[in-house]
């Protein structure tokens, strides 16, 4: 049974730092690319970052660009959202979620139940 | 970007109504499209991928249509159960959503 868990998130000083990592277990990790997607409070989805089953590729929105960076432990089966110079605009519940090849982003098959990011004074 | 144009925002229907939900693409995004319902509290769930192919396990109900800038989402025979926000989202590009739509019951 394909299972991803988030973490990671809480409350964090716009202008902070948070690291958010995705457990993923039920498939072989490394041969999928990946993706972060976010909803904030009301609003509909954000896709935020992707990357590649073998980390050779990465893509972030624009909104992040800069600021996130996506990265993956294939040895961990874990995938990470490092994110920096953090922004009221940024809080949401973020979504790690399987694409169902190894490279680009088509379609998400599988999504975890998400971790809540709150960006405030 | 592309941008996703969903409508309506929100309908309310009965038990056993059919239900169209539309999706506009800014551009030609040829059948690159996915739907996805997302139940309050809950991660989205794939339904319908590449416009019209039903995920599996997915009921029969659901169904997909269009391509190049216009797409439609329909649940022939509304289910209590099926009470849901619907998201289109299109891949010909990076990913984007649309504003999605939300379902209740009359």
């Known amino acids: 049974e394909v299972q991803l868990l988030e973490s990671g998130g809480g409350l964090v000083q716009p202008g902070g730092s948070l690291r958010l990592s995705c457990a993923a277990s039920g498939f072989t990790f490394s041969s999928y690319a990946m993706s972060w997607v976010r909803q904030a409070p009301g609003k509909g989805l954000e896709w935020v970052s992707g990357?590649?089953?073998?980390?050779?590729?990465?893509y972030y929105a624009d909104s992040v660009k800069g600021r996130f960076t996506i990265s993956r432990d294939n040895s961990k089966n874990t995938l990470y959202l490092q994110m920096k110079s953090l922004r009221a605009e940024d809080t949401a519940v973020y979504y790690c979620?399987?694409?169902?090849?190894?490279?680009?982003?088509?379609?998400?098959?599988?999504w975890g139940q998400g971790t809540l990011v709150t960006v405030s004074s | 970007d592309i941008q996703m144009t969903q409508s309506p925002s929100s309908l309310s229907a009965s038990v056993g109504d059919r239900v169209t939900i539309t999706c506009q693409a800014s551009?030609?995004?040829?059948?690159?499209l996915n739907w996805y319902q997302q139940k309050p509290g809950k991660a989205p769930k794939l339904l319908i991928y590449?416009?019209?192919n039903l995920e599996t396990g997915v009921p029969s109900r659901f169904s997909g249509s269009g391509s190049g800038t216009d797409f439609t989402f329909t649940i022939s025979s509304l289910q209590p159960e099926d009470i849901a926000t619907y998201s289109c989202q299109q891949y010909d590009d990076l990913p984007t959503f649309g504003g999605g739509t939300k379902v209740e019951i009359k």
């Open positions: 590449d416009a019209s």
């Open positions: 990357i590649s089953g073998s980390s050779g590729s990465t």
């Open positions: 551009q030609d995004i040829s059948n690159y």
């Open positions: 979620a399987k694409v169902v090849r190894s490279t680009g982003w088509t379609r998400f098959d599988y």
